[in-house]
Nanobody, 122 residues
Framework: QVQLVESGGGSVQPGGSLRLSCAAS????????MGWFRQASGKEREGVAI???????SYADSVKGRFTISRDAAKNTLYLQMDSLKPEDTAMYYC????????????????WGQGTQVTVSS
């Protein structure tokens, strides 16, 4: 079992920044591929940023150049730095872990966090 706990969400004005964190725990948490996803009200859950097989980051087109995914292996923590936030970034953000990268791409992850709400509004 892998436990994921997100934090760092909140309300910001357009153009603002937030940094999300995801603390992973469990006997084999370090063996999983991880990524960030979001789900806006009335929409399907979508991928935001993941780490590929070679460890390189991959981003949704809508967030390229504004969001940065990173991780601290020693702390077993995943981060998402979100800059230049837009109202359309408003959503519940989830951290997820999967045993294979294709599961991240297909949004069919093995473990999900409880989510943290991000609201961008003036």
């Amino acid at each position: 079992q892998v436990q994921l706990v997100e934090s760092g969400g909140g309300s910001v004005q357009p153009g603002g920044s937030l940094r999300l964190s995801c603390a992973a725990s469990g006997a084999t948490a370090s063996n999983y591929y991880m990524g960030w996803f979001r789900q806006a009200s009335g929409k399907e859950r979508e991928g935001v940023a993941i780490f590929e097989n070679d460890g390189s980051p991959s981003y949704a087109d809508s967030v390229k150049g504004r969001f940065t995914i990173s991780r601290d292996a020693a702390k077993n923590t995943l981060y998402l730095q979100m800059d230049s936030l837009k109202p359309e970034d408003t959503a519940m953000y989830y951290c997820a872990a999967a045993s294979a990268v294709w599961k991240l791409v297909q949004v069919e992850c093995d473990y999900w966090g409880q989510g943290t709400q991000v609201t961008v509004s003036s």
